[in-house]
């Protein structure tokens, strides 16, 4: 029964940090990308390279940064960490969600994401842990890695970076991102309140936490997969009714069947079976990519986008080709060891944790909110990966746990004259939003609605409970 929080749409995974030569800005001139090949003429630069966090064990993280498309002085920095755990941050957030470019349909140029975020931040996404993407070591033993590892590489890593670029040590800092990353930015958040609270000098300027389709507490997540096949009619009610008189979900263990009945996997594995393999299940209602034909039309040099519902459904083959061509590593500053396999949006040499999934979050939410920072977590209601039912639920009982009183009653949000999802508050700190007719990639199905929540989350201002013209219409 081992599950993959993937983080995207795939039907399928030194020296201390050196200023090096420094621009007029401050940013170091060697990772200052000067144009990504096929990429559109744009406003705002853009910055790739190295962060070595460990100089004995030759451990370096990958970074992409790109300023916000106007004013970034006066902007904040947004951390964006996609999960798996294993996944790259730069192929999901940054080139297929939010950041400002996506892969054109022949997988050798690129298209203006005309709703990225960098509209309200400025955007910095990093390949972590070690061993994802084109971060590495040069200790094999590193690629075993977990949620502690992960989270104390990430202090390492900002730490460093704010080196590279120091007008940002004081700017105002959101912790964001998805899926697995339910686990990776509240414990992130966690380390680095630790370290605020035992530097007399320096300290993390974070002002608030949102993460989309989170994992948080496996037991209720896992559950909530099966409620959602039976909600949307995806299994019979004969199966569900076996699903929930047979399986406790409370022993429900990450990567282990022992502990489940056999009656229960029976019935998992059947609702499982009926949903099939020509259902995309981190979007229920997109149409599926058939890869062995884009690949194929990917090297004839044809455009080989498919579209459901205005969305590419094929961009992570068209991601993965154009991540490969040697002209956009060098562009990037990217692979600079020539690593001895292909870039991938999921590892395939990381060994992570099979115990950490099963970590429950809520506790370490608890603390962050305690410590006055706001927390939001927002759902695609098409994702039946970690669907919105379970995340509701667990956050009503954590504002329940810290006894916070509805601040903003259950309802609907609205964008541009039409629904954007639901929203309820708590204690003013805490916020569940829904963004209607998105996926587990809450930007990659819905790219206005969720730059209007995203816009909404810095801006401390809560969501809109009427139709008049928002703040990014």
């Not at 000067?34 to 990429?39: F, N, R, T, W």
């Not at 202090?155 to 040590?169: G, H, I, T, V």
């Not at 099939?276 to 455009?303: A, F, H, T």
Request: a negative charge; hydrophobic letters at 35%; proline letters at 5%.
């Amino acid at each position: 029964m081992k599950r993959c929080w993937l983080v995207g749409v795939l039907i399928v995974v030194g020296c201390a940090c050196m200023m090096g030569t420094v621009g007029v800005e401050g940013y170091p001139d060697e990772d200052l990308i000067v144009s990504l090949p096929g990429q559109p003429k744009v406003g705002f630069k853009q910055y790739a390279g190295y962060v070595d966090i460990d100089v004995k064990h030759g451990r370096s993280l990958f970074y992409y940064f790109v300023e916000a498309e106007n004013g970034p002085d006066k902007k904040p920095l947004t951390l964006w960490l996609n999960g798996g755990p294993g996944c790259s941050s730069i192929g999901g957030g940054a080139f297929t969600e939010l950041g400002p470019f996506y892969p054109k349909g022949d997988g050798r140029g690129l298209r203006r994401n005309s709703m990225s975020w960098n509209r309200a931040s400025n955007l910095l996404f990093v390949e972590s842990p070690a061993g994802v993407g084109w971060s590495y070591s040069n200790k094999t033993s590193d690629y075993n890695s977990g949620d502690s590892s992960t989270a104390t590489d990430m202090l390492l890593f900002l730490r460093k970076w704010y080196e590279k670029f120091p007008s940002y040590r004081s700017r105002e800092l959101f912790l964001t991102g998805e899926s697995y990353a339910g686990h990776y930015i509240p414990q992130l958040a966690n380390v680095l309140l630790d370290y605020n609270a035992h530097s007399t000098g320096f300290k993390f300027n974070i002002k608030g936490v949102a993460i989309g389709n989170p994992l948080l507490k496996l037991d209720r997540d896992a559950q909530a997969t099966y409620e959602y096949f039976w909600s949307h009619g995806m299994i019979s009610d004969e199966i569900g009714l076996a699903i929930t008189n047979d399986c406790d979900f409370d022993d429900y263990v990450f990567a282990s069947t022992h502990n489940v009945s056999k009656s229960c996997n029976e019935a998992i594995n059947e609702a499982n079976e009926i949903v099939g393999d020509y259902i995309n299940n981190y979007d229920v209602i997109l149409d599926v990519c058939y890869p062995s034909i884009v690949e194929q039309e990917l090297r004839l040099k044809k455009m080989a986008t498919k579209i459901s519902i205005g969305v590419d459904v094929c961009m992570t083959y068209e991601r993965s080709f154009y991540f490969n061509l040697p002209e956009v590593q060098k562009a990037l500053h990217a692979n600079r060891t020539n690593l001895p396999y292909q870039w991938s949006m999921c590892s395939g040499v990381l060994n992570y944790s099979d115990t950490d999934p099963n970590i429950d979050i809520l506790p370490v939410l608890k603390k962050i909110v305690q410590n006055h920072i706001p927390v939001w977590v927002f759902s695609g209601d098409q994702d039946s990966v970690v669907p919105l039912l379970g995340s509701r639920t667990l956050i009503r009982e954590l504002a329940h746990d810290l006894k916070f009183k509805i601040t903003v009653p259950y309802g609907a949000w609205f964008h541009k004259g039409q629904v954007g999802g639901w929203v309820t508050e708590y204690g003013n700190l805490l916020t569940f939003a829904t963004v209607r007719g998105a996926a587990h990639m809450v930007p990659y199905a819905q790219p206005s609605r969720a730059l209007h929540l995203f816009s909404s989350f810095v801006l401390r201002k809560r969501l809109p409970n009427t139709t008049h013209p928002s703040i990014d219409d």
